[in-house]
C-alpha cells in the first residue's frame, strides 16, 4: 500500500511540474482537479495524511481533501513573458530559484541592474601630446631647425644672459628657430661653463643657463650696442673685439689712449672718435654708436 502511494505521489509531482509549461496564467490560479482519485480507502487517507497542507518542491500543495493547487509564486511578477510574442512560453520571474543546489541549500539567482555591478573602474585620461606650441623648455633636447615655445624660452634666456642680440631672433609659424645665431650663442654658453661644445640644449644645460650668472658672460661684438657714456664705463670682451676691427680696417685708435679693466677694454672717448671716422668715410651716420649697421661693415672692411 505504501509502495503505491508513493508511486502515486511521484506522478504528482511529475504531472504538476509539466502542467507548468503548459497552464495559462488564469489557469494557474485556479485549483487543479483533485489528483488523489487514484487511490482508495486507507491508501488515498495515508497519500494525504503525508503531503497535506505542504509545498511540495515549491511547486504543488496538496489540500486536506485530497486537492492538489499549483503555486502562483513561479509566475511573473513583471507580467511578460520570456518567450517574446504567443504561445505557452515559460514566464520569467526576477526572484525564482536557479537550477543550481548544495545539499539542502539553494542559491538564488536574481537578476540585478547594471548599475549595480561593483569593481568598476575609470581610465585616467592621457594627457593630450605636446607640441611645438605647449613645448616647456627642457621637455626636449633643442638643435638646429626647431621651433616653438620651448625655443622662444631659450632665446630669451639667452639674450638676458647676454649671448643673443634679439634682433638675431627669426621666426617660424609665430615661434622663434633655433637658427645657427642659436647654436652659437648657445655654444659660447656653453665654453663659459665648461661644457662640451654641440650647440645642442639639453634639459641640463638649459637648468644650467637659467642659474647663470651673466656677469661671467663673455661678451661678443654685437650682442649689445656699445656707445661712450662719460658717467659710466663700460667694458668687455665685445670692446677688445672692436679695438681689434677698427686696427684691420686702418681706423685704430691711439694705443696710448686704451683703458683697460682687468683685461677686458673700456669704451673711450678716443674709441668712439675712431669709431665716428670709419662711419663717415664709410657712409654711415657719424655718431659713434656700435651699432649692427657699424659692425656689419666694419667686418665687411676688415677681411
Known sequence: MKHKAKKIIRNILIGAVASLYHTDAQAAESSTPPLLEGLNGDDQESAVSALKNKI???????????????????????SHRSGGGGGGGHYSHASHYSGYS??????????????????????????????YKTYDLGDRTLKSGLYGN?????????????YMNSSWITMQHGY??????????????????????DGVMTSSLATALENWDESKTT?????RNI?????????????????????????????????????????????????????AYNGLTPNGKV?????????????
Open 56 to 78: 511540495i518542491k515549491n511547486v504543488l500543495q496538496v489540500k486536506k481533501n485530497g486537492e492538489t493547487k499549483l503555486i502562483a509564486g513561479h509566475r511573473s511578477h513583471m
Open 219 to 223: 661678451l661678443v661684438l654685437g650682442i
Open 291 to 303: 651699432d649692427e649697421a657699424t659692425i656689419s661693415k666694419l667686418k665687411a672692411v676688415a677681411k
Open 150 to 162: 620651448d625655443v622662444s624660452k631659450l632665446t630669451s634666456l639667452l639674450v638676458s644672459k647676454n
Open 102 to 131: 548544495s545539499g539542502s541549500s539553494r542559491r538564488r539567482s536574481h537578476s540585478s541592474p547594471a548599475s549595480s555591478s561593483y569593481g568598476t573602474t575609470y581610465s585616467t585620461p592621457k594627457p593630450a601630446p605636446k607640441t
Open 176 to 197: 622663434p628657430v633655433y637658427n645657427a645665431r642659436v647654436v652659437a650663442a648657445v655654444k659660447r654658453f656653453q665654453k663659459d661653463a665648461g661644457k662640451p661644445q
Open 227 to 279: 656707445e661712450y657714456n662719460n658717467a659710466s664705463e663700460l667694458a668687455g670682451n665685445d670692446v677688445n673685439e672692436l679695438i681689434a676691427l677698427l686696427r684691420k680696417a686702418g681706423f685704430a685708435p691711439d694705443p696710448s689712449k686704451l683703458k683697460y679693466n682687468g683685461n677686458k677694454a673700456v669704451f673711450t672717448k678716443d674709441i668712439e672718435t675712431a669709431v665716428k671716422l670709419f662711419q
